[in-house]
């Protein structure tokens, strides 16, 4: 059943490359609990306490806001395939905006994402895993490109608009500073 780890082990990080979906969770002490599903080849392990996943835009930003006021952040992946699995990463993360002076390294690990707005830096202090034996089976059929055709369709200033329009706080009405970390 379920062990707890310091940090990730090998087995550990060739699952997470193996997993083409995971799960994000934040929150503050008073807002709403966010858990946010990512794909697109997003996350890089950096080492055996580190991963970074880069955020793209959508219709929302609670992430970003969360993290701000609370570093506090999960990460899970589940096995879809194979064996049964569950495995989280729990740890505190930091918001990499493209004006910060990390991003152009950081962005640099990554195929170029359009709409590509943050990256999300986790220093994990708990790995933790779980059986798995209910999570069904799916098959894994192809990425949805629509999320990447919109943000190409809408070019870097519309990008900036629709951040300033919907990007700029969460539902609890926290601030993103999207707009003034990427003008």
Request: glycine residues 8%; charged residues 25%.
């Given at each position: 059943m379920g062990q707890r780890f310091t940090e990730l082990?090998?087995?550990?990080?060739?699952?997470?490359?193996?997993?083409?979906?995971?799960?994000?969770?934040?929150?503050?002490a008073d807002s709403r609990v966010n858990i946010s599903p990512k794909g697109m080849d997003s996350l890089k392990v950096l080492g055996n306490n580190r991963v970074v996943?880069?955020?793209v835009t959508g219709s929302g930003n609670e992430t970003s806001a969360h993290v701000q006021l609370n570093p506090r952040m999960t990460i899970m992946f589940c096995a879809y395939e194979g064996a049964p699995l569950i495995l989280r990463l729990y740890g505190s993360a930091i918001v990499v905006h493209k004006h910060d002076p990390e991003w152009p390294n950081l962005y640099s690990l990554f195929?170029?994402?359009?709409?590509?707005?943050?990256?999300?830096d986790l220093s994990i202090d708990l790995v933790q895993t779980s059986c798995g034996m209910s999570v069904?089976?799916?098959?894994?059929?192809?990425?949805?490109?629509?999320?990447?055709?919109?943000?190409?369709?809408?070019?870097?200033?519309?990008?900036?608009?629709?951040?300033?329009?919907?990007?700029?706080?969460?539902?609890?009405?926290?601030?993103?500073?999207?707009?003034?970390?990427?003008?």
């Open positions: 082990s090998e087995k550990h990080i060739q699952f997470i490359t193996d997993q083409r979906i995971f799960f994000v969770g934040t929150s503050t996943w880069l955020n195929k170029p994402l359009p709409g590509a707005r943050q990256i999300f069904p089976y799916y098959n894994y059929v192809g990425e949805r490109e629509l999320l990447s055709e919109w943000a190409t369709k809408k070019g870097e200033e519309g990008l900036k608009h629709y951040w300033k329009e919907k990007n700029q706080s969460s539902i609890d009405g926290i601030p993103t500073n999207i707009v003034a970390k990427n003008g």
